[in-house]
């Protein structure tokens, strides 16, 4: 491994080969007389003229000095040229070197800083951390400056071009400036400047030499108590280092230490390095003698512990480390500092630095998918306290919605920030909950108008941010798909509005439809299953690659619309202390809730306002789509109103409630004879207009008549509903199932109140949305056009009962009696005989004679049953045309026979002594017979006789 002599040894880690600059050029040399060129034109000249004596000979002896003048010029010029092509050429080649020695620099010194990183690097880059580099654990970089450069430069003359150059390139300027770690670093400076450059240097150890080759020895001061949360700190092994506060003596296991001391303070002995800081731009290092002025590099107590943090997660991460749940990111190191505009909040960290997501500007709406296990109800609740800490419930709220099953947000009830935790086991209170954003949504549209503002962002307006968070979207679309549209509303509308969605769902494909996934931008994928999910939330496979375990729990893919690939972020945990102390410290305002309580439970006709002219309040109607509640009143314009619902759900009560309203009302009994009296009565003679008819349960009472009696009550029944609107009357009816005769009637009932049911499937056959159906709603909880209806109690009416007619005893004069021969019946004649009326067989009259017998003086009664009687046929035509003929329901079968009446008869429940009498053409009647006995009651062989005719 090479000493930290040799990092620091220009000649380490040599670059290319040493770059070479061209010579000085020479001067050149002045151009010489031309003394020989300059002569031989003169002797030349001379000759001629001794030769010829010409005087003109003498002329050309001037050729020599203009040849002569014209060489020199003609020297100096070139001269002048050469020197001009050799400072260009020397000049173009500084040029060359020149950048070619920022080129290297520029190499070196990035090939330093990936050999050192200083902290800035370490955090930007989370793979440099812990990288097995030789010597990166042995130096720190204490800060930036020159440094001796291994670029060579030689050649060059004396020039000064040539001498700065060779200077600027032994020379690296803004390089990291090392110094060992062994030893002792001293800061001398003031304690704010000091501080910073201190938790720097710390960091950065901590970052270049893992947990167990490193660990954090030694006493901290106050100012240093972050230090316990890196997990250098807890380490069993490695190489000793001290943190030492001003005026704390260095301990004596420390292998190295970074103290700080204040100005004019002393050092520790035998410390290695000084580093004396002036401000941050301007320090002094002093390390194995060698002097470098340098600036360095501090951080904030706030930044120490949001990258202590992220140590710690990536400490917990190592393999077989098994740190990764003792030693979580934590939110409340995270909140410190944490931003207060718009809806940004730390979430987590990336790599050592907080992780801020502002659902406003990378918003306004946001879909994070997880499966089960990977952290997303944690992300969730990080999400709801980070935004809770630094804002006043009057500028954001919340909505909760956990359906899941589970308890994921009920440690957040006590927020005054949130307006309601619904959950799954809330059934129609959930759905009703969320189906009011619809009015939510037009609330805070009329609040912009009223102030003329277009978005939430106007000063003028006064409306908290609506934050609406969904755990397990898929499930809440499983129970209430309608709501579907609902969201989908919010997420167009919602930006100027200031209501956000947070959706959270285990899978995205085929869950949230695209019209919705289209406003959501703000993208969070936790570890998924399949890859198609990873890529409908994030663009790309990574979510689904995630490996599994609790390695990456918590670890989340978060991707923004302006970002090109998504990041990583590790989540930060809350704990129970973390809401009690956002609790205890907001503004204790309880926000306005986008919902009205739900409908209570019970509620007095008295306690409602009274309906509007003639009009008939049945209770009070939840209206979630206005936020209101209001009374739901009928009036005679409706004709017919159904009441229907299982046993014991308030079907009586509601019938109660209309008729206790009703100045005219006409109940029909419950009782099988007086209400085919009183079904027949309508029917030939309706009563006055304005009149409420009210019959109760009528699937039951019809479903207590044989056959043939069923069906004329029920076409009765229809032609009362029927007509209801032409007579002016309210027809209200009640029912617990439809079927057969109830069933048409139903569909003639113009309005419909559905009360709850058995079973969802019983709910739906009677006519409701399965949406609705609740298994455990109050009783007199009811549907009318959809809406959650609470129906009113009022007293029970006064019922109007008809007196009792008492036994009927023959008139004198000739009576007929039809009767199964039985015990009963034979007590009841003794009844008879008792009253003074003789009794003869059919056969005896028939022997005697009708008109013997009717001049009887007291009354007779000729007795027999049916076919004694159709044997006699002209005795019969007699008693029936001319006398009185009473048939006994024992022989019902054969009534048509006796009385020559096509007609049905008044019905007659068994077991009560009833029978017809027919005579003078008249329609039957019913009347009472004597009930022989003690108790006034038939014997049970009767009972039973009777129930077979019938």
């Not at 000649?11 to 061209?22: G, S």
């Not at 909950?433 to 939430?456: F, K, M, N, T, Y």
């Not at 204790?588 to 409602?608: F, G, T, V």
């Not at 009765?716 to 309210?730: F, K, N, P």
Request: charged share 20%.
């Amino acid at each position: 491994m090479p000493s930290f002599a040799s990092l620091l040894d220009p000649a380490y880690d040599p670059l290319d080969e040493p770059l070479t600059l061209p010579p000085q050029p020479a001067a050149p040399r002045r151009p010489s007389v031309p003394l020989l060129a300059t002569a031989v034109p003169v002797v030349g000249a001379v000759g001629l003229w001794l030769v010829t004596g010409s005087m003109l000979s003498l002329w050309f002896a001037l050729l020599g000095p203009l040849v002569a003048g014209a060489t020199m010029l003609d020297g100096a010029r070139t001269a002048r040229r050469e020197r001009r092509r050799s400072r260009e050429e020397t000049d173009a080649a500084h040029a060359r070197i020149a950048a070619s020695v920022d080129a290297r620099h520029d190499r070196e010194r990035e090939r330093r800083r990936t050999r050192h990183p200083d902290l800035a690097r370490f955090i930007t880059s989370e793979t440099e951390i812990w990288r097995a580099v030789p010597g990166r654990s042995e130096a720190l970089v204490i800060g930036q400056g020159g440094v001796p450069s291994g670029l060579t430069v030689t050649g060059g003359g004396s020039d000064a071009a040539s001498v700065g150059l060779r200077r600027r390139a032994a020379v690296l300027a803004e390089a990291p400036v090392l110094v060992p770690a062994a030893g002792g670093i001293t800061l001398v400076g003031p304690a704010v400047l000091a501080g910073p450059a201190s938790r720097s240097l710390l960091l950065q150890a901590c970052l270049a030499a893992p947990p167990g080759e490193l660990r954090i020895v030694g006493p901290l001061a106050a100012a240093d108590a972050w230090v316990e949360a890196l997990p250098h700190r807890v380490a069993a092994t490695g190489r000793r280092l001290a943190v030492v506060g001003e005026g704390e003596p260095v301990p004596a296991e420390a292998d190295s230490y970074i103290a700080r001391v204040a100005p004019g303070g002393p050092v520790p002995p035998g410390c290695g390095t000084v580093l004396t800081i002036d401000d941050p731009a301007h320090a002094r290092v002093d390390s194995g003698g060698q002097i470098h002025d340098v600036s360095v590099e501090g951080v904030s107590l706030a930044q120490a512990r949001h990258i202590a943090a992220g140590i710690t997660r990536l400490a917990g991460e190592l393999p077989g480390s098994g740190a990764s749940a003792a030693a979580p990111v934590l939110l409340a190191p995270l909140l410190e500092g944490a931003p207060s505009d718009a809806l940004a909040a730390p979430v987590g960290v990336d790599g050592a630095l907080p992780a801020v997501i502002d659902l406003v500007a990378d918003g306004p709406h946001a879909v994070v998918a997880g499966m089960t296990g990977s952290g997303k109800s944690e992300l969730l609740v990080t999400w709801v306290l980070a935004l809770c800490a630094t804002r006043s419930p009057r500028a954001v709220n919340f909505l909760l919605a956990d359906f899941k099953g589970g308890t994921a947000f009920d440690a957040l009830a006590s927020l005054p920030h949130v307006t309601g935790v619904i959950t799954d086991l809330d059934g129609a209170g959930a759905r009703r909950a969320l189906q009011s954003l619809r009015a939510e949504v037009r609330w805070r549209e009329a609040e912009l108008a009223r102030v003329g503002a277009r978005d939430i962002l106007d000063p003028r307006v006064e409306l908290p941010r609506l934050v609406v968070i969904v755990d397990e979207f898929a499930a809440l679309l499983g129970d209430h798909p309608e709501l579907h549209a609902v969201f989908t509303d919010i997420a167009a509308r919602g930006r100027a509005l200031g209501m956000h969605l947070v959706l959270g769902t285990q899978r995205v494909s085929g869950v949230v439809r695209d019209a919705l996934l289209a406003n959501c931008p703000l993208r969070i994928s936790l570890r998924v299953a399949d890859p198609a999910d990873s890529r409908a939330v994030i663009g790309t496979d990574e979510a689904a690659q995630l490996p599994g375990g609790d390695g990456a729990k918590g670890v989340a893919l978060v991707r923004r619309a302006r970002d090109s690939a998504p990041r990583r972020v590790r989540v930060a945990l809350s704990s129970p202390a973390d809401v009690a102390c956002i609790a205890e410290r907001a503004e204790p305002h309880r926000p306005r809730r986008p919902w009205l309580p739900e409908l209570p439970q019970r509620i007095d006709l008295a306690d409602l306002p009274p309906a509007a002219g003639a009009g008939f309040v049945l209770g009070l109607a939840d209206d979630p789509d206005h936020q209101r509640q209001v009374p739901v009143v009928f009036g005679h314009e409706d004709r017919g109103i159904l009441v229907v619902g299982a046993a014991g759900t308030g079907k009586t009560t509601a019938l109660q409630t209309i008729a206790a309203q009703a100045p005219q009302r006409l109940v029909v009994p419950s009782d099988t004879e007086r209400a085919w009296d009183a079904v027949a009565a309508l029917v030939d003679e309706p009563p006055a207009p304005g009149t409420v008819v009210v019959l109760d349960d009528l699937d039951a009472l019809v479903g207590r008549y044989p056959q043939d009696y069923a069906m004329v009550l029920a076409e009765r029944l229809e032609r009362v509903v029927r007509g209801a609107g032409d007579h002016g009357l309210l027809v209200v009816v009640s029912a617990q199932r439809l079927v057969g005769p109830a069933a048409r009637i139903a569909e003639l009932l113009s309005r419909r109140v559905l009360l709850g049911a058995g079973s969802r499937a019983e709910y739906i056959a009677l006519g409701g949305e399965a949406a609705h159906h609740s298994p455990d709603q109050p009783r007199g909880r009811a549907r009318v056009d959809g809406r959650a209806v609470q129906i009113a109690v009022a007293p029970a009416p006064a019922a109007i009962l008809g007196e009792e007619s008492g036994p009927w005893i023959p008139e004198p004069g000739v009576t007929g009696f039809a009767a199964r021969r039985s015990a009963a019946g034979r007590a009841m004649l003794g009844e008879w005989e008792a009253a003074g009326a003789r009794i003869v067989t059919v056969a005896q009259a028939a022997t005697t004679g009708i008109g013997e017998l009717a001049r009887s003086s007291e009354p007779v009664v000729v007795v027999g049953d049916g076919e004694d009687w159709q044997r006699q046929w002209q005795l019969l035509s007699a008693v029936r045309d001319e006398h009185v003929l009473v048939i006994d329901p024992s022989v019902g079968a054969d009534f048509r026979a006796l009385s020559a009446d096509r007609m049905l008869p008044p019905y007659c429940a068994p077991g009560r002594s009833r029978a017809w009498l027919c005579r003078d053409g008249l329609p039957p009647e019913r009347i009472a017979l004597p009930r022989p006995g003690p108790a006034g009651e038939r014997a049970p062989e009767e009972d039973e006789r009777a129930r077979s005719v019938a």
